[in-house]
Each structure stands twice: as structure tokens, then as C-alpha cells.
């Protein structure tokens, strides 16, 4: 049987965390969501560091790129500093659609970009398809966890 795969949401935007879990729940996506803040936080869990130590290892990462003290962009780069976790595919869904941001994500290695559109449905019709593809068509890495300190 195939394990229940878990998505990482690292978002700092209460309102958003809470529309990502409805809008899993809603679609019936059977995937376990875990949230943290910030990209500080994503990468102690990615790390399985302090309160982190037992957390599953996601099958998928959804962040943001506009996050307090460490961006998006710059967790990109944090995350290839082990190459394990650098095989987490990630989608950044983020307010912006600026071409530099869209470009910086690619070059660092997100898998996908997608602008957060103003509406619930829009924004539902995108998560849905997002998932349909990475955890039913794609086929994604075994990445087993790694133990050691990339960020203070």
C-alpha cells in the first residue's frame, strides 16, 4: 500500500495556511499537511531539528516566496546546501509575478511557480490541479532525512 503523502506548507499568512488545509480537505486530497511560519522554521523541520525531530519528511513542499527574516528565494538556496532535501520538489505560490522572481525561483530549483490568483475558486481550481499532478501522476524522490545544522 502507498504511504499518505505529507506537503509542507511553509506560509507566514494565517489566512492563506488556513485556506490551503480547507481547500485540501474540500478536494478530498488524501495528503498529511504540516505548516510552519517561516523558512526558518521549514528548515528545522526539514532537518529534523528541536520540536521537528520526529516530523515526516515531505513528499512536497508549497511555500512562499515574501516571508519574514528568510525569503523563499533564499530557502531555495538553504535547502540545496544538503542534497537530500534539494530533492524535495517545491512550488512556490506566492502574490508575486514579477519575471525576476519567476526566473530566480527557476535558477534556484523550484519545480513550479504559480501566482496566487484573487479568487477562492481560481485559487482551489490551481491547488487541485497542482496536487493531481504531484502526488497522482508524478513520480516523486525517496529522500531519506538528513541530521545535520544548516541555519542558526
Same mark, same amino acid.
Given at each position: 500500500?502507498?504511504?499518505?503523502?505529507?506537503?509542507?506548507? *511553509?506560509?507566514?499568512?494565517? +489566512?492563506?495556511?488556513? &485556506?490551503?488545509?480547507? $481547500?485540501? %480537505?474540500? =478536494?478530498?486530497?488524501?495528503? !498529511? /499537511? %504540516?505548516?510552519?511560519? +517561516? #523558512?526558518?522554521h521549514g528548515?528545522?523541520? =526539514?532537518? !529534523?531539528?528541536?520540536?521537528?525531530?520526529?516530523? %515526516?519528511?515531505?513528499?512536497l513542499? *508549497?511555500?512562499?516566496?515574501?516571508?519574514?527574516?528568510?525569503?523563499? *528565494?533564499?530557502m531555495?538556496?538553504?535547502?540545496?546546501? +544538503?542534497?537530500?532535501?534539494?530533492?524535495?520538489?517545491?512550488?512556490?505560490?506566492?502574490?508575486?509575478?514579477?519575471?525576476?522572481?519567476?526566473n530566480?525561483?527557476?535558477?534556484?530549483?523550484? !519545480?513550479? &511557480?504559480?501566482?496566487?490568483?484573487?479568487?477562492?475558486?481560481? /485559487?482551489?481550481?490551481?491547488? !487541485?490541479?497542482?496536487? $493531481? &499532478?504531484?502526488?497522482?501522476? $508524478?513520480? /516523486?524522490?525517496?529522500?531519506?532525512?538528513?541530521? #545535520?545544522?544548516?541555519?542558526?
Open positions: 500500500m502507498k504511504k499518505k503523502p505529507t506537503i509542507l506548507l *511553509i506560509e507566514d499568512n494565517r +489566512d492563506d495556511q488556513r &485556506f490551503v488545509k480547507l $481547500a485540501l %480537505e474540500y =478536494l478530498e486530497i488524501d495528503a !498529511n /499537511l %504540516e505548516v510552519v511560519d +517561516d #523558512a526558518r528548515m528545522r523541520y =526539514l532537518m !529534523n531539528e528541536g520540536e521537528y525531530e520526529h516530523a %515526516e519528511t515531505p513528499d513542499i *508549497i511555500m512562499d516566496i515574501n516571508m519574514p527574516r528568510v525569503s523563499g *528565494i533564499e531555495l538556496d538553504l535547502m540545496h546546501v +544538503d542534497e537530500r532535501i534539494g530533492l524535495i520538489p517545491v512550488i512556490m505560490l506566492t502574490t508575486s509575478d514579477a519575471s525576476e522572481d519567476v530566480a525561483c527557476y535558477a534556484k530549483g523550484c !519545480n513550479a &511557480f504559480v501566482t496566487k490568483p484573487f479568487g477562492h475558486k481560481e /485559487l482551489l481550481d490551481k491547488l !487541485n490541479k497542482l496536487c $493531481a &499532478f504531484w502526488l497522482d501522476a $508524478a513520480e /516523486l524522490p525517496t529522500v531519506s532525512r538528513p541530521h #545535520a545544522k544548516a541555519m542558526a
